[in-house]
Each structure stands twice: as structure tokens, then as C-alpha cells.
């Protein structure tokens, strides 16, 4: 199975800004609906953000709007998650996911059986 490498998590204090990027030495990520998601322990994982691989539309979880902001480097085949005025509940381990085909979709969700494609997850902690 085709696996995602994300990377950038580390730590950071309240307040602060990071930025996560993913990448695929074998996928090339422009042509997928993509995700990101995050987890905690003893927790489900959740979506944060998605988007789509048409126009590039994106989508965010509530509780990041406003705070995080997914984008695409085609050039670099690269997706980001820039993540701004950090909050301690926003510690987990974030994954980044991609739909199973190049599926055009106008829209997308942030469901994880909706996503086919893996990273191994980079942990992100916010602590002062």
C-alpha cells in the first residue's frame, strides 16, 4: 500500500504557529481529495481540514476554522497544514490522508473511511 510521509510536528508553545507538510514518493497528491486528521490518546481520530482536487476548495472542523489553513505545493508535491495561534488541546498526532481515486470532487469530508491513503502521523504538542 502507497504510504504518505508527514512531517514538521514537534513542539510548540501556546500561542505559537507550526507548519505540517506531507508528501508521496510514489503519489502525486495534486489529483487526490486529501485530509487532514488528528489523534489523541484514548480518542477517535478526527478531521481537521480536507481538499478537494477540484479547484482546490477546502474545509475545516469547527474548532481549527480560522486557525489552520490546508494548501497545496503541486510543484513540490507537497500538502500543508498550517497551524496558527496553537492551543494546548490541539496535541495529537496529525495524519494525512488521501481518497483511493481521482475521483473530481467539487466538495469533501472529513471521514476517515472516506480515506484510503495513510501517513504514519507526526505528533504535535503544545506545552509552555
Known amino acids: 500500500q502507497r504510504q504518505l510521509v508527514e512531517s514538521g510536528g514537534g513542539l510548540v508553545q501556546p500561542g505559537g504557529s507550526l507548519r505540517l507538510s506531507c508528501g508521496s514518493p510514489?503519489?502525486?497528491?495534486?489529483?487526490?481529495?486529501m485530509a487532514w486528521f488528528r489523534q489523541t490518546s484514548g480518542k477517535e481520530r478526527e478531521g481537521v481540514s480536507c481538499i478537494t482536487n477540484s479547484g482546490d476548495n477546502a474545509y475545516y472542523a469547527a474548532s481549527v476554522e480560522g486557525r489552520f489553513t490546508i494548501s497545496r505545493d503541486k510543484a513540490k508535491n507537497l500538502l500543508y497544514l498550517q497551524i496558527d495561534k496553537v492551543k494546548p488541546e490541539d496535541t495529537a498526532v496529525y495524519y494525512c490522508a488521501a481518497e483511493k481515486s481521482y475521483t473530481v470532487r467539487p466538495t469533501c469530508d472529513m471521514i476517515n473511511e472516506e480515506y484510503f491513503y495513510w501517513g504514519q502521523g507526526t505528533p504535535v504538542t503544545v506545552s509552555s
Open positions: 510514489e503519489l502525486i497528491l495534486k489529483y487526490y481529495t
